[in-house]
T-cell receptor, first 116, second 114 residues
């Protein structure tokens, strides 16, 4: 069965600092991985996804993530945090059990705070 | 294009009452999903539909039912609400029921069961 673990339920950075949100996955087959962002009182929207093409994936708002099979990781980074990046971030993996391939399994989320 | 709409935005409900959360999408997506979001637990899948006329159970289906009579609508029903069903509910859709497809989310319904 697939699963994801997000390390750190809350991360705080200063404006202009590097953002690093950690995600490790468990999967018995090559995974498809996603990062979603949720702004306060809104639904989730896709930041980026890995679907077995390039291992370095670029997303919206300057975010990127690198798929590392040897480390079973898909960490999300942004070189310079902006106040508008304050949100909750979810890592997710596609389920691959028979008949459920469209379903996503989400991590518990990491809330990012950005200090001025 | 509205994308996904959910109604109501929020609701306070007495335990034991029946409640239907509505979800409509205008993107002609084949697959639709219902999740609940609880603090510290992330999003958990309740039910899904890979195409009109078919539905499936997710991780936490007990106490919930769904129907998919057409492509656009995917209502979620709580037959007899209990306090543990207090949560924020999100409807989502994707073009196809495939591992690589992006899911698009509605704005959510905040439900409180007293």
């Amino acid at each position: 069965a697939q699963s994801v673990t997000q390390l750190g339920s809350h991360v705080s950075v200063s404006e202009g600092a590097l953002v690093l949100l950690r995600c490790n996955y468990s999967s018995s087959v090559p995974p498809y991985l996603f990062w979603y962002v949720q702004y306060p009182n809104q639904g989730l929207q896709l930041l980026l996804k890995y679907t077995s093409a390039a291992t370095l994936v670029k997303g919206i708002n300057g975010f990127e993530a690198e798929f590392k099979k040897s480390e079973t990781s898909f960490h999300l980074t942004k070189p310079s945090a902006h106040m508008s990046d304050a949100a909750e971030y979810f890592c997710a993996v596609s389920a691959t059990a028979g008949g459920s391939q469209g379903n996503l399994i989400f991590g518990k989320g990491t809330k990012l705070s950005v200090k001025p | 294009i509205a994308g996904i709409t959910q109604a109501p935005t929020s609701q306070i409900l007495a335990a034991g009452r029946r409640m239907t959360l509505r979800c409509t999408q205008d993107m002609r997506h084949n697959a639709m999903y219902w999740y609940r979001q609880d603090l510290g637990l992330g999003l958990r899948l309740i039910h899904y539909s890979n195409t009109a006329g078919t539905t499936g159970k997710g991780e936490v289906p007990d106490g919930y039912s769904v129907s998919r009579a057409n492509t656009d609508d995917f209502p979620l029903t709580l037959a007899s609400a209990v306090p543990s069903q207090t949560s924020v509910y999100f409807c989502a859709s994707s073009r196809q029921f495939q591992s690589t497809d992006t899911q698009y989310f509605g704005p959510g319904t905040r439900l409180t069961v007293l």
